[in-house]
């Protein structure tokens, strides 16, 4: 497996694809969170306004308010290490690369496990990229009242990592199946800045309150990070309360969090580890029906 | 570190692809220490059934072995078995190099051993060049590097010649002999029987999915009859006497020769004097093995268009010289192309169809009836076709034989 793994290492090296989305990954998220970040109080205007806040009496302008800038522009970088994924495995197929792979590795499965595993790993860097960037530009561009402290800023971090490495999985699964990158791209393109996007909007308002949008892919994996985001905001916010002794109106609470989320870019979205589980099924169920595709398709 | 023989078992093996049946009940042993070719024309099968032993196609039925094991079940697969396959890619922006130090780590060789198979196929000067600039036969060379990387014991070549020089073909040629007079397997398929003749030991010759021959090259050569030509002062009073004497491969040639099969020089020359008909001139021929090819790739049309009236190869009706031509025939049931068109059963004499295969062959269903099947009309034994005299002046006839002897 190591040596598999190292020859999936190699395959990657040897191109200039990994740099070439790593740069585009870096630009869209600083530019992503410098521009949220600059616009962060149109951001937060909305949630400001919840009952709960005015009721317990809280500072709104010293909530951690940046962290919508970091959640926005990780989840829209996602786009690239799925690009990254769905490459992985539908070019080889098309390309017929995969054939010197298959005649060299002990089985199918040996080498599409080193596969996933090599791609999880750069999903992983991309991810770090993704996050890093994106706390750059939130750092420049947000006023430093709003930042979030260092151990939510982490909690994010490794939200957006988890989320890099599933996306990347989910984009090579879906390769996987299709087998031709234009396809796979365009089809997951298309769900991912349009289809899933718009959808789990019109749900979200449908279904009030309603888990449907959150059980999408698209809308599980925004609610990675996303509902994490949420969830700071609301646990500073309860610290408040129960700092100022004041009932806590549990309902009011659960409307600032759904709030929250859709100011984080995931609206709808379950709280942050039932979106990671969701997502993590998403993400194992396309890439284990590649996997099946794969294992018996004939390479002709 | 080879733990096994290199044999290579193909048994009863079959594919259909939806409709169509691409292999249909193949079966053939590869021993070691030979070369193997694996024969037949556009379609046959070949591919198909070099994927399928390498693992790469599920048969629908059947199966192969390398090693004693399916291909799937060898451990480190690339350091048994090499192969280049028709149409391997390589990624187009990788440089040779880089390309196959993928496959060195993946099989856990020393990087260098990249540098050495790209010396070994004269690759070294474009080592550093990406794949998708190298032209076809560089393509091939670096598909050849790849399958010798983990210096493997069985070779796996399917048209490996496709786009090499006259140089590469005669180094492949030399190298894949000292290959196998190592101890080691080589299976090469072509749809050139000339082009890997000097290469191979033992032929497997497939048509349609289906065996028409497999034993060794030398057995198929020695099953080839020798046609005696004759040049007598009176060709009809020497044909007179040799149907007399009992001789039935008869042929009168346009120029006044005469072309006599399944008899020998000797024989003829005693009937001859004993009819006192001079001899001016006596030549042996002997067809060669691409006659013989053409003919076993071609045989199967006879057993595949029986019952279509006027289609029969020898129908008299047909022109003697033009292809047998069925409408709705599928297309990679088609050799006329390349076929001298005096290759045709009506005027290929010597080899009874029955002569070689039939021994060999495993004693299976389906190939049999094309080695043994109703036996084509005037294919040998029937009079001079109709009309062979006046459609065939002079050149046209020796086509295929004259000066091969
Ligand atoms: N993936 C596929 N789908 C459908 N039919 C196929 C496929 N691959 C091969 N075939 C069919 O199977 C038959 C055998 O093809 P194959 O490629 O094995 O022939 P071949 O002997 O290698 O021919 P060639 O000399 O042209 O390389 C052909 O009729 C071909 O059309
Ligand atoms: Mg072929």
């Given at each position: 497996m190591g040596n598999l793994i190292k020859a999936e290492f190699r395959k990657v090296l040897t191109t200039k694809l990994w740099w070439g989305l790593l740069i585009p990954t870096f630009v869209l998220s600083f530019a992503w969170s410098l521009g949220v970040g600059a616009l962060i109080d149109d951001v937060s205007s909305n949630v400001a306004d919840e009952p709960i806040l005015r009721q317990v009496g809280l500072n709104t302008s010293e909530l951690p308010w940046a962290i919508f800038a970091l959640t926005r522009s990780i989840n829209i970088a996602m786009i690239f290490p799925m690009i990254f994924g769905a490459l992985g495995l539908a070019t080889e197929l098309h390309r017929k690369t995969i054939t010197t792979s298959f005649l060299t590795a002990s089985s199918r499965s040996a080498l599409l496990t080193a596969k996933a595993i090599t791609y999880a790993l750069w999903g992983a860097i991309f991810g770090l990229v993704i996050t890093l960037s994106a706390s750059l530009g939130t750092v420049l561009a947000a006023?430093?009242?709003?930042l979030p402290g260092f151990g939510d800023w982490l909690l994010i971090v490794l939200a957006g990592l988890i989320a890099a490495v599933l996306w990347t999985l989910l984009g090579l699964g879906v390769g996987a199946l299709i087998g031709a990158p234009v396809g796979t791209l365009v089809l997951l393109l298309i769900y991912a800045l349009i289809i899933g996007p718009i959808a789990e909007l019109v749900i979200t308002g449908i279904s009030e309150g309603g888990i449907w949008a959150g059980l999408m892919p698209n809308g599980a994996g925004n609610g990675l990070t996303g509902s994490t985001a949420g969830q700071v905001i609301v646990d500073t916010v309860r610290t408040a309360i129960e700092n100022a002794n004041v009932m806590v109106n549990e309902s009011a609470v659960d409307a600032l969090e759904v709030a929250l989320r859709i100011a984080a870019g995931a609206p709808g979205a379950m709280v942050w580890w039932a979106s990671g589980l969701v997502f993590l099924a998403w993400s194992l169920a396309l890439f284990g029906a590649g996997m099946l595709r794969n294992q018996k398709r004939d390479i002709t | 570190m080879h733990d096994s023989s290199g044999r290579i078992t193909v048994q009863n093996l079959s594919k259909t692809f939806g409709q169509i049946p691409a292999v249909q009940n193949l079966s053939f042993t590869v021993e070691p220490g030979s070369v193997t070719g694996f024969l037949g024309p556009n379609g046959a099968g070949k591919t198909t059934t070099l994927r399928m032993l390498l693992g790469l196609v599920q048969p629908t039925a059947g199966g192969t072995t390398i090693n004693g094991r399916?291909?799937?079940?060898?451990?480190?697969p690339g350091r048994v078995v090499g192969a280049v396959l028709e149409a391997?890619?390589?990624?187009?922006?990788?440089?040779a190099r880089n390309h196959l130090r993928v496959y060195t780590a993946a099989m856990g060789l020393p990087d260098r051993r990249a540098d050495e198979v790209l010396g070994l196929v004269g690759l070294a000067e474009a080592a550093?060049?990406?794949?998708?600039?190298?032209?076809m036969g560089m393509k091939q060379r670096l598909a050849l590097a790849t399958a010798l990387l983990g210096d493997p014991q069985v070779l796996v070549l399917d048209?490996?010649?496709?786009?090499?020089d006259p140089e590469g073909i005669a180094w492949l040629r030399t190298f894949l002999r000292s290959f196998a007079s190592g101890g080691r397997t080589v299976l090469i398929s072509s749809h050139l029987l000339a082009e890997v003749e000097q290469t191979i030991d033992q032929v497997v010759i497939i048509s349609r999915g289906q065996t028409m021959y497999y034993g060794q090259l030398d057995d198929l050569r020695k099953s080839q009859q020798t046609r005696i030509i004759v040049q007598p002062a009176d060709a009809g009073a020497l044909v007179t006497a040799l149907q007399e004497g009992g001789i039935t491969g008869i042929e009168p040639t346009p120029d006044g020769k005469v072309a006599v099969t399944g008899s020998s020089v000797q024989q003829i020359g005693d009937i001859a004097a004993k009819a006192s008909i001079a001899l001016y001139g006596v030549q042996e021929e002997k067809a060669d093995l691409e006659q013989l090819f053409f003919r076993l790739t071609s045989g199967q049309y006879v057993g595949q268009l029986p019952g279509v009236p006027g289609q029969q190869p020898a129908t008299p009706g047909q022109q003697p010289g033009m292809p047998p031509q069925a409408p709705?025939?599928?297309?990679?049931?088609?050799?006329?192309?390349?076929?001298?068109?005096?290759?045709?059963p009506p005027q290929a004499p010597g080899t009874p169809p029955q002569g070689y295969p039939p021994q060999q062959q495993p004693p299976a269903g389906p190939p049999q009836p094309y080695q043994q099947g109703p036996p084509p009309p005037g294919y040998q034994q029937g009079p001079p076709p109709p009309g062979y005299d006046q459609q065939q002046p002079g050149h046209g006839q020796h086509g295929g034989w004259g000066g091969q002897a």
């Open positions: 006023d430093s009242s709003i | 399916p291909f799937n079940q060898l451990t480190n391997q890619s390589f990624h187009p922006k990788r440089t550093h060049r990406a794949a998708g600039g190298f032209s048209e490996p010649t496709n786009g090499l709705g025939m599928p297309p990679q049931a088609m050799p006329p192309q390349g076929m001298p068109p005096q290759g045709m």
